[in-house]
């Protein structure tokens, strides 16, 4: 009869109606533990199948899911020295070697004419310091990984050098190795169309988001896809400033000017601290990838990082509505640059009268034109690709510039971008942002720096992942890589002090679909940047900011026209707290500044991950009647049986510091009531007697630590004090780190010996039956 309830039934309230038959037929003489008298009472012979679940000497019969079946072709341990035998060895790589041949080295070196010469024993002294010198160096530059990966070539015939490993290290080794002219039409198209409509962008983003010189903008094109280029592993992701990091840089400038720190038109300090936040951010992403930190990029929950672009969308698109309305100046009158977005709206609505018409019909204008481009370009692209080719803005931007210079719209109040030149008035000036003097910004700037690195890593990551593979084969996408060559880049235009560049979606599948496929557009990219800069910054002096405004308006739509989907799916499942992130998000960057709303996503993000990993997930198990097979007895309590006086746990997880602290709590909780999930102020439902005998199943158990070690091995004296036999099912063997720790902590004596591990619960159960015999008078 499946017990329904702890308490329901007649006689006892986990008894099944049917015996299980698992603690019948069974043999304890195997295990060498228990009364031979308990043997002779269940009247079965002696069956040597049966053994301890830890015994390392057992036949090929005892292969379980645990049997380490690489363990012969990956075995990288030095073979004993006694095998060393004379003569020609055929036995493999890593056979013993009683000498090496004369006149060889570790390096494949030939004695020198000075070590040929002398006495033979001198001769020998110099052949060992030779070899012993080299030995070590070769052992401080090849990793393990390195050395078993060469011994692991070497056994299958693979050709194995330090070029290869290098190359992997530099992509640019491997693609400029296999690059041909074929791919050079598509790159330099490709790198054209990007130009056409990017560079203009990052003009905007310099001068209306960030509040530094456009210049440094243009820098951002020239320095970051050239680096990333030779360091990256995703051949086809254009690098280069984005919306988010830009408005962050803008946050640290105006936080400084709030403090006193320079005024609204301090180019020169505004370069430098956008040099500062860039050298910063691309410093705790190198370290990061230096540190193997590559799979942080799931850390954040898409919820997270939905909320917060969708906030930033919506700041941009506030900002962006002052200029386009022809409100900046009474904005800088008012003081209104550096208020929350609600601040900023309360003042436009108060003041719709002021507008400015000429400059609101020049950015409706190019509004409303762009976004009509770009809807017309996603309806034909896939019945004419050679719609993407058509630079909609950059012809705009040319357009708006030319009217602007012919009809005098600066004369008629029409804000226009005005000289283009460096803050210091010299081109591409070398400044290294992490020196000592600068040490107050950069305190200053460290948690915007942080989410702009944490943000900037994260979309590139989608980006890539997002662009699937590359011509090349050899070239992997790694994580960590990217950290290092986002990182490199990063600080190498900081040096120059350009805005934060990391990789974007939208520009890189304009990349790929115009024919971009290797990292040669990138370059190429960067090529036309410096010609831009060197001989097209005079005829950028009439583009209206209007118009830039409009390019940054239709950002910011991006930004935001994809959360609607996001809000409506998670609706649809009923996932409140993903709905909440993102509300809390975005209402407090709104209502008071992106800041905040950075910080408590990250704070709420990382407690969510951190609550997830500190719950333990043990389990009670039933039996499903008539087989010997065992699940959650929580997921499926009508139709499973509980063995009478079993307590069946099992633990799918590694046992660390992080997930052991409620491991005690949630145990007595499963003596108590049956399940995790019942109230802890409910009177006891299970009856002492029903937890005679505790099976652990640590089938799940692939880690464990110091601390988890503790807890376990306090949890099993517990038992133990209180008369509770304590059995393992399938755990690791004792070459395994868990099965090394069981040893060294004494759980394994503590839980009876050897003869507690057995191969699984059903053994288990036969063993505790054995054990509850031989003990009855």
């Not at 020196?435 to 990551?461: C, D, H, P, Q």
Request: aromatic share 10%; charged share 20%; proline share 5%.
């Amino acid at each position: 009869m499946p017990t329904t309830s702890a308490t329901g039934g007649a006689g006892h309230p986990h008894a099944p109606a049917h015996p299980s038959g698992l603690r019948q037929s069974y043999t304890a003489g195997s295990y060498g533990s228990v009364d031979s008298n308990a043997s002779s009472s269940v009247g079965s012979p002696p069956d040597p199948r049966h053994h301890s679940y830890l015994d390392q000497t057992a036949g090929p019969s005892t292969a379980t899911e645990t049997t380490a079946l690489l363990d012969s072709a990956l075995d990288f341990r030095e073979h004993d020295t006694a095998a060393v035998h004379e003569g020609e060895c055929h036995h493999g790589t890593f056979s013993p070697r009683p000498m090496s041949p004369t006149g060889s080295s570790l390096l494949g070196g030939e004695l020198t004419e000075s070590e040929a010469e002398g006495p033979a024993d001198t001769r020998d002294e110099q052949r060992k310091k030779t070899q012993d010198w080299k030995k070590a160096w070769a052992k401080k530059i090849r990793t393990k990984t390195i050395r078993r990966s060469s011994a692991l070539a070497e056994r299958h015939g693979v050709k194995d050098s330090a070029f290869m490993y290098v190359s992997y290290y530099l992509p640019v080794l491997v693609w400029a190795r296999e690059y041909s002219w074929s791919y050079f039409k598509g790159d330099f198209v490709a790198a054209l169309t990007v130009a056409g409509m990017y560079l203009p962008m990052a003009l905007s983003l310099a001068d209306n988001l960030a509040h530094v010189p456009a210049i440094n903008g243009l820098y951002s094109f020239v320095f970051n896809p050239l680096i990333y280029a030779l360091l990256g592993s995703c051949p086809a992701m254009i690098v280069g400033p984005e919306a988010a990091g830009s408005l962050l840089v803008g946050t640290v400038i105006k936080t400084s000017v709030d403090r006193g720190e320079g005024g609204d038109s301090d180019a020169i300090l505004h370069a430098r601290i956008c040099g500062i936040v860039s050298g910063i951010a691309g410093a705790m992403v190198l370290i990061a990838g230096f540190a193997r930190l590559g799979f942080l990029d799931s850390v954040l929950s898409r919820p997270f990082l939905r909320g917060f672009i969708s906030a930033i969308g919506v700041v941009i698109a506030v900002d962006q509505l002052v200029p386009e309305l022809g409100l900046s100046k009474l904005a800088e009158e008012k003081h209104v640059g550096h208020a929350s977005s609600v601040d900023k709206l309360w003042f436009i609505f108060s003041n719709l009268d002021k507008t400015h018409r000429l400059t609101l019909t020049v950015a409706a204008t190019s509004f409303v034109t762009i976004m009509v481009c770009r809807e017309i370009k996603r309806r034909l692209q896939p019945r004419y690709p050679g719609v993407a080719y058509v630079p909609d803005r950059f012809l705009v931007v040319v357009l708006s510039a030319f009217l602007a210079y012919y009809f005098e719209w600066d004369k008629q109040g029409v804000a226009v971008l005005g000289k283009v030149e460096a803050a210091s008035g010299h081109m591409f000036t070398f400044r290294w942002p992490l020196k000592w003097s600068n040490m107050v910004y950069i305190r200053e700037s460290m948690s915007t720096s942080f989410i702009i690195a944490m943000l900037g890593f994260f979309e590139s990551s989608v980006a890539a992942k997002s662009l699937g593979g590359a011509p090349f084969a050899e070239i992997q996408l790694s994580p960590n890589r990217e950290l290092v060559a986002l990182g490199t880049a990063n600080i190498v235009g900081a040096c120059f002090m350009s805005l934060p560049g990391f990789g974007g979606y939208g520009r890189s599948k304009v990349n790929r679909s115009t024919g971009g496929k290797t990292p040669m557009a990138s370059i190429i990219l960067a090529g036309l940047t410096l010609l831009c800069i060197l001989f097209c910054l005079p005829y950028m002096y009439y583009l209206p900011k209007p118009v830039l405004s409009s390019l940054i308006s239709v950002v910011a739509w991006s930004l935001i026209e994809e959360c609607p989907h996001d809000i409506s799916f998670f609706l649809k499942i009923q996932a409140w707290n993903e709905l909440g992130l993102m509300g809390i998000i975005l209402l407090a960057t709104i209502f008071y500044s992106l800041t905040l709303g950075m910080a408590i996503g990250v704070f709420l993000s990382l407690l969510q991950v951190i609550r997830h990993s500190t719950r333990p997930r043990i389990q009670i198990l039933g039996r499903i009647p008539g087989t010997n097979r065992f699940e959650n007895a929580e997921a499926n309590p009508d139709v499973l049986e509980f063995i009478e006086g079993c307590l069946i746990v099992k633990i799918p997880e590694p046992l660390t510091f992080a997930n052991t602290g409620e491991l005690k709590n949630r145990l007595r909780r499963l003596e108590l009531y049956g399940t995790s999930m019942a109230h802890p102020a409910l009177p006891r439902l299970r009856r002492e007697d029903s937890n005679r005998n505790i099976i652990f199943d640590i089938h799940g158990v692939t880690g464990l630590d110091g601390s988890g070690t503790q807890v376990l091995e306090e949890i099993v004296r517990e038992y133990r004090q209180r008369g509770v036999r304590i059995f393992f099912s399938r755990v690791p063997s004792k070459e395994s780190k868990v099965g090394k720790l069981l040893y060294r902590s004494g759980i394994i004596e503590l839980a009876g010996g050897e003869n507690h591990f057995v191969h699984d619960v059903s053994e288990a159960l036969k063993l505790s039956e054995i054990e509850e015999e031989g003990q009855r008078p």
